[in-house]
């Protein structure tokens, strides 16, 4: 069974903080990561993607991923309160993709 | 709204009746999916269209019926269906359905619920 782990949250992070998401999968041929935000009530919204080891930045957020430990995370820098959400992690492999339950993200003003 | 409408966003069915949810999008993407996302659960790949056909079935119990009529249309037929159904159901579109993770524009949802 393939699985993708992440904690639960919530993680509370003061403004202006980084908040950091971290994410681990089981299937080590996975190629493909990403990160998905979702607002309370609102549907899954794609922020970034993430396909070989190392960092990728996009504005105030970083993935990071590591192949060999089988951990992607999401930084995100200068924190606001509207980057209060749950982030989804979702991992592709074989044509299938797999969800993570998500991280309940609050950001304390 | 992203581009993706789904209807109605609310529905409220009883065991044995029958009803069908709706998602149109606006995009000229090629393939549409369908999610489940319970409460406390991982968000779930239900079925996969890719150019009106269907490309992926993941083992989900045939009380759920989807429909693909065209490449902007889908729909998914429910009857008799189990109070441990009720969850949002997401409609989702991405311009190739082989990298099926890049299902990056997602409707609002159904919010379903089974009595």
């Known amino acids: 069974q393939k699985e993708v782990e992440q904690n639960s949250g919530p993680l509370s992070v003061p403004e202006g903080a980084i908040a950091s998401l971290n994410c681990t999968y089981s299937?080590?041929?996975?190629?493909?990561f990403f990160w998905y935000r979702q607002y309370s009530g609102k549907s899954p919204e794609l922020i970034m993607s993430?396909?070989?080891?190392g960092d990728k930045e996009d504005g105030r957020f970083t993935a990071q991923l590591n192949k060999a430990s089988q951990y992607v995370s999401l930084l995100i820098r200068d924190s606001q309160p509207s980057d209060s959400a749950t982030y989804l992690c979702a991992v592709n492999s074989d044509d299938k993709i797999i969800f993570g339950k998500g991280t309940r993200l609050h950001i304390l003003p | 709204e992203t581009g993706v409408t789904q209807t109605p966003r609310h529905l409220v069915m009883g065991m044995t009746n029958k009803k069908s949810l709706k998602c149109e999008q606006h995009?000229?993407?090629?393939?549409m999916y369908w999610y489940k996302q319970s409460a406390k659960k991982p968000l779930e790949l239900m079925f996969v269209y890719n150019f009106k056909e269907q490309t992926e079935n993941n083992s989900v119990p045939s009380r759920f019926s989807p429909e693909c009529p065209n490449s902007s249309h889908l729909f998914l037929h429910l009857h008799t269906l189990q109070p441990e159904d009720s969850a949002l159901y997401l409609c989702?579109?991405?311009?190739?359905?082989?990298?099926?993770?890049?299902?990056?524009?997602f409707g609002s949802g159904t919010r379903l619920t089974v009595v």
């Open positions: 993430i396909y070989s080891n």
């Open positions: 299937d080590r041929g996975s190629q493909s």
């Open positions: 989702a579109s991405s311009q190739d359905g082989a990298a099926v993770a890049l299902a990056s524009t």
């Open positions: 995009l000229g993407h090629n393939a």
